[in-house]
T-cell receptor
Framework: QQQVKQSPQSLIVQKGGISIINCAYE??????FPWYQQFPGKGPALLIAIRPDVSEKKEGRFTISFNKSAKQFSLHIMDSQPGDSATYFCAASIVTTGFQKLVFGTGTRLLVSP | NAGVTQTPKFQVLKTGQSMTLQCAQDMNHEYMSWYRQDPGMGLRLIHY???????DQGEVPNGYNVSRSTTEDFPLRLLSAAPSQTSVYFC????????????????FGEGSWLTVV
């Protein structure tokens, strides 16, 4: 079954702290794992993504950790800032019938307190 | 460069009414899609298109109709609106079916909030 489970549903972190969001998937055919950031009233925007043959990817304060054997991946936001307050979605990608289909997690609402 | 433009931003419909959500992109992208976002369920794929004249169903296509007569436009039609279709709808487009590792990015519009009463 194509499903991506995401936790926690909401998260409150103090400014300067580390935010951690976890996701798990079932379908081993997924070939890419992006994270999207969504601000209120806006559409999701690609934040960072990782291939399943890589265990970690870092871009600035954002890091994805990927555990292929456990079928789990997580987003770490270092030195969290109030501007990071948004909803974060993990996703898993699979290309079928010539189209990249995204299966999204249920989202995590992050609030970074000043 | 406007990117992906969705109209209307907000709409209230009565049960049984029909309407069309418009989506246009100015990036010459072949690949376009519609997602709906519901609380606690993330985004789910409704329909997608890999080019003008070619459409296919996604995960939750029932109650929706699409067509792709031009590269730029991909409208989503609700044939007979139901309260279960109350949702936020996002249109997305990309240059290719590839992943970000190949330089491809999926761009989302800002959403259309639909309420069916």
């Amino acid at each position: 079954q194509q499903q991506v489970k995401q936790s926690p549903q909401s998260l409150i972190v103090q400014k300067g702290g580390i935010s951690i969001i976890n996701c798990a998937y079932e379908n081993t055919a997924f070939d890419y794992f992006p994270w999207y950031q969504q601000f209120p009233g806006k559409g999701p925007a690609l934040l960072i993504a990782i291939r399943p043959d890589v265990s970690e990817k870092k871009e600035g304060r954002f890091t994805i950790s990927f555990n292929k054997s456990a079928k789990q991946f997580s987003l770490h936001i270092m030195d969290s800032q109030p501007g990071d307050s948004a909803t974060y979605f993990c996703a898993a990608s699979i290309v079928t019938t010539g189209f990249q289909k995204l299966v999204f997690g249920t989202g995590t609402r992050l609030l970074v307190s000043p | 460069n406007a990117g992906v433009t969705q109209t209307p931003k907000f709409q209230v419909l009565k049960t049984g009414q029909s309407m069309t959500l418009q989506c246009a992109q100015d990036m010459n992208h072949e690949y376009m899609s519609w997602y709906r976002q519901d609380p606690g369920m993330g985004l789910r794929l409704i329909h997608y298109s890999v080019g003008a004249g070619i459409t296919d169903q996604g995960e939750v296509p029932n109650g929706y109709n699409v067509s792709r007569s031009t590269t730029e436009d991909f409208p989503l039609r609700l044939l007979s609106a139901a309260p279960s279709q109350t949702s936020v709808y996002f249109c997305a487009s990309s240059y290719s079916p590839g992943t970000p590792s190949s330089g491809n990015t999926i761009y989302f519009g800002e959403g259309s909030w639909l309420t069916v009463v």
